[in-house]
């Protein structure tokens, strides 16, 4: 057997060994990419061979978090794909106006990025009061971060364009107190959003929402993963509630294709069609 | 030539700076009975704002598609990734987009797809590498020589920007260093190119 196709098969013990040992279950993740973060841990741990992980992997609760942190991808921005946030912005909070409370889910919330940019957005409209958001991830250590929504001032800097491109009326800097280099959000926005842990392969529904924004996060999943995890957020969701998806990622070919319909084709929005609740 | 029993299935070229007339110039000319299925990374996908692929089909034969995650890569065709996302291909040879870190400090960057696509294709796999100012791909065209494809990089002395194709030639890892406009020809008269042979 060739050296590659050893590091395959490694890789496949590797991932089951951590499913069993402590079940996190990434055996149904997109295996292209996923590969490449396996062998980047190995890097990290500078260790020869991917195999060389696994007795560590089983007999040292210590080594998980950074497991998880190396196979999982906090990686976001503020405001990225400022369109789409403006097109919920005109597009699907006036319609959540509606109700007397609303409830928000953002699962593979990353380093926090995405729920402050919405919470900046909710407040803006009025809606931020009535609001309670739900933020979560795989990943503990990004979680600590977006918990802490302190940012390196330059970030936020760059994304003051962004944030008007979405609609904003302000400045972002307005939003963040900014020292040292740093830049801290607004404790009101803060304090609307609750990170929590949430594993969507293995967790269920927790609430009920009225919108679901899991954006960049399917990519990551194979088709029978992607299936499950929207069948998931169909649950959650109420009747007519809002999905959105993350720019190149869609409905089509999934089992969940005709449980919603198209709101906003371009920014990936889609609203919960009647039918089973 | 080591192309496995049914020849060579795909082609995946990459390029940076001065990348649009280079790619332009490589598929002009290709007829429309390519039996490769052909795929592209930019670097400056982003610049054209995701007009890339509508870009090439002006002057291309072949039909120029947005690389979609979870489709596969179909003979014949020109398969272009989006702007910001790595394009990888799996083992089945379906497309996968990741947000992953920057690799040689670009997203998407040439190396994952070689890497990908050489695990996926093997000794049926060309890999294409062009113009740029910097050394993503080098490693890349290294993967797939080892998975016993073929290499081709646009001769340095005629490209826009050296940098790249000179980094993969200095590695050792060009089968066939060629200019631009004999790409085209070359590629065609390879094993599986073409859907009548030759
Ligand atoms: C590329 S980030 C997307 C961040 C953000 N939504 C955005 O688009 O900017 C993907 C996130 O999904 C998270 N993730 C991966 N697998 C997960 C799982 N099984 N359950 C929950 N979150 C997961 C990762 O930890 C990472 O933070």
Not at chain 1, 1 to 7: A, E, V
Not at chain 1, 229 to 252: A, I, K, M, T, W
Not at chain 2, 68 to 86: F, I, Q, S, W
Request: a negative charge; proline letters at 4%.
């Amino acid at each position: 057997m060739i050296r590659d196709d050893l590091q395959d098969l490694e890789i496949q013990l590797f991932l089951e060994a951590l499913a069993l040992r402590h079940g996190y279950d990434f055996r149904r993740y997109a295996k292209a990419s996923l590969k490449r973060r396996v062998r980047g841990l190995a890097e990290t741990e500078g260790v020869r061979e991917i195999s060389d992980m696994i007795p560590r992997l089983l007999q040292d609760e210590g080594f998980l978090p950074s497991v998880l942190s190396h196979l999982s991808v906090p990686v976001s921005e503020m405001f990225r794909d400022p369109a789409v946030f403006l097109a919920l912005r005109r597009g699907v909070l006036p319609l959540l106006d509606s109700y007397p409370r609303i409830s928000i889910w953002l699962p593979g919330c990353a380093t926090g990025e995405e729920p402050y940019s919405l919470a900046i957005m909710l407040q803006e409209e009025g809606l931020l009061h009535k609001a309670q958001i739900y933020a979560t991830d795989i990943n503990d250590a990004a979680l600590a971060k977006a918990e802490e929504g302190i940012y390196p001032e330059k970030t936020v800097t760059a994304m003051a364009a962004a944030y008007l491109a979405a609609g904003g009326r302000k400045s972002l800097s307005d939003y963040f107190h900014t020292a040292y280099n740093f830049s801290k959000i607004d404790d009101q926005i803060r304090k609307s959003i609750v990170f929590a842990h949430h594993n969507l392969v293995a967790d269920g529904v927790f609430c009920e929402t009225h919108l679901v924004l899991c954006r960049n996060v399917l990519i990551y999943f194979e088709r029978q993963l992607q299936n499950r995890v929207l069948e998931l957020f169909h649950e959650g969701l109420v009747r007519g509630g809002y999905l959105c998806l993350g720019n190149r990622e869609s409905l089509s070919f999934t089992s969940c294709e005709n449980l919603f319909r198209p709101l906003d084709r371009k920014h990936r929005i889609f609203k919960k069609a009647g039918g089973l609740a | 030539m080591s192309a496995d029993a049914a020849g060579y299935r795909a082609a995946v070229i990459g390029c940076s700076a001065g990348g649009l007339e280079a790619l332009r110039r490589l598929l002009r000319p290709l007829p429309e009975d390519m039996a490769l299925a052909l795929v592209v990374v930019s670097h400056m996908a982003a610049d054209s704002n995701g007009l890339l692929p509508e870009l090439l089909a002006r002057t291309c034969r072949l039909p120029v598609v947005e690389a979609e995650e979870k489709t596969p890569a179909l003979a014949g065709r020109v398969h272009v990734g989006p702007a910001g996302y790595h394009l990888l291909v799996e083992a089945d040879g379906t497309f996968s987009l990741s947000l992953d870190d920057k690799v040689n400090n670009v997203r998407p960057a040439i190396d994952v797809l070689f890497d990908s696509a050489a695990d996926t294709w093997r000794a049926g796999l060309v890999g294409i590498l062009l113009t740029g100012a910097n050394s993503d791909g080098t490693a890349g065209l290294g993967r797939i020589r080892r998975r016993g494809g073929l290499c081709l990089v646009q001769d340095p002395d005629t490209a826009f920007a050296d940098t790249m194709p000179r980094s993969a030639v200095n590695a050792g890892f060009a089968d066939h260093v060629l200019e631009l406009d004999r790409m085209a020809d070359f590629l065609c008269t390879l094993p599986g190119a073409r859907r009548s042979g030759q």
